[in-house]
């Protein structure tokens, strides 16, 4: 299927300007990446703007209720290749899944690298859900019924939060929902990191920059907490929604991790979708198929929590 119309016209226009990543500091790229910052948002029944406590650090968070009642949950991690992004440029997808979901979403300002590397997002990650876990109670959820998430990146640390549940024996997430995630691969270079190196948004070089300044060394992308395709607890892990695009580098590697859990014994919903990019979450209000991949991966979360 050919690129959206819409997406093809987006990206005509980013790619008229690139970014020159050789000279463009993390900041500089964080103050020029467009996101969703701006743009139509859905509302809520309630938004609540907060902070965790964690052992030497304080995290940012951001609390979206579809309803004022006690509700399931879904902890959200941003995207942004663990260097930008940030709570408020995921804002209009954290409110339209808890409204597609019914369900409280809470998003976690996890620190960034360059400044923070990892495994730092990794840690707030697992901490963070571990003490909205703790605290269910008093933030009005279930505390039984919560799931993780996130897009690319932020899908990378919500599928290691539940291997480190399971690791060190911390309450365990009930559901995942991955968009477009990194999840690491074994082997070649997949296909589609070669079709869409180029000129769908995010680019294998954009990719490699992003690494630079989130790894320490080379050997933390193949540690299963940067690549979780590495890890030996796969079968451990709990049922997902992992949701692709055609257009994205990162594809074939998130198929094949969601092939690897089904071997392992996991239930995963898998899907990809034609004629969209990598970000399409972002997409929503404009590109009716971006919305309905959503809403498809929403409905997912929804009847795990419901169930």
Request: charge should be negative; proline fraction near 6%; charged fraction near 25%.
């Amino acid at each position: 299927m050919v690129l959206n119309p819409k997406i093809q016209a987006f990206l005509k226009e980013v790619n008229a300007n690139p970014i020159p990543l050789e000279a463009v500091s993390p900041e500089q790229f964080r103050n020029q990446a467009r996101m969703q910052d701006e743009g139509p948002k859905q509302d809520v029944a309630e938004v609540e703007d907060s902070q965790i406590e964690l052992t030497g650090r304080t995290l940012p968070i951001r609390i979206y209720r579809s309803d004022t009642k006690v509700q399931p949950a879904l902890v959200f991690y941003h995207g942004g290749g663990w260097v930008v992004g940030s709570i408020d440029s995921h804002d209009a997808t954290c409110r339209e899944i808890a409204n597609m979901a019914d369900c409280t979403v809470i998003s976690i300002d996890y620190r960034l690298a360059p400044e923070h590397k990892f495994p730092a997002a990794v840690e707030d990650a697992y901490d963070s859900f571990q003490w909205i876990a703790a605290n269910a109670e008093a933030l009005g959820i279930e505390r039984d019924k919560i799931a993780v998430g996130g897009d690319s990146a932020g899908g990378n640390l919500a599928t290691v939060v539940c291997l480190l549940a399971e690791e060190k024996s911390g309450q365990k997430p009930v559901f995942q929902l991955l968009l477009y995630p990194s999840t690491g691969y074994i082997g070649d270079e997949p296909a589609s990191l070669q079709e869409n190196a180029e000129g769908y948004l995010l680019t294998k070089r954009l990719m490699n920059w992003f690494r630079s300044h989130y790894y320490r060394t080379e050997a933390d992308r193949f540690h299963p907490y940067a690549s979780p395709v590495h890890s030996d607890l796969l079968h451990a892990l709990p049922p997902a929604a992992i949701l692709t695009a055609q257009y994205d580098p990162l594809r074939d590697e998130a198929q094949a991790y969601a092939e690897l859990l089904k071997q392992e014994g996991v239930d995963v919903f898998v899907k990809n979708y034609e004629g969209l990019i990598h970000g399409f979450a972002g997409f929503t209000a404009d590109v009716e198929e971006a919305h309905q991949a959503v809403e498809e991966g929403a409905a997912q979360l929804r009847h795990a929590l419901y169930k």
